[in-house]
């Protein structure tokens, strides 16, 4: 039955000339450089910071040593930007730049 009524859609999506994925957002994805790290457990912080910004979709990050790591970050750039996930990790009291 969903399978039905889900071709059924993408049938009608095509009769007007639009597919499933020019509905969709086009999302993003960017690195972060990321200061003050200074331990294995810190990019858990950061990752919880930059996941709580309406929008973002998946987050990686790592702890690079000598007081540096990165983030890569995905997101919905209709609901978000890069500005808002640096001010999410600076407030988490961890720097971020591109």
Known sequence: MLRTLFLSSLIALSSLGLSAPAL?????????????????????????????????????????????GWAEVTFDPAKTDVQQLIQASTEAGYPAHQ
Not at 24 to 46: F, G, H, R, W
Not at 53 to 59: H, N
């Open 24 to 68: 969709a957002a086009e999302l993003q994805t960017i690195k972060l450089e990321v200061d003050n790290m200074t331990c294995s457990m810190c990019p858990y912080t950061v990752k919880k910071a930059l996941r709580k910004v309406d929008g973002v979709t998946a987050v990686k990050a790592q702890y690079e040593g000598d007081g540096k």
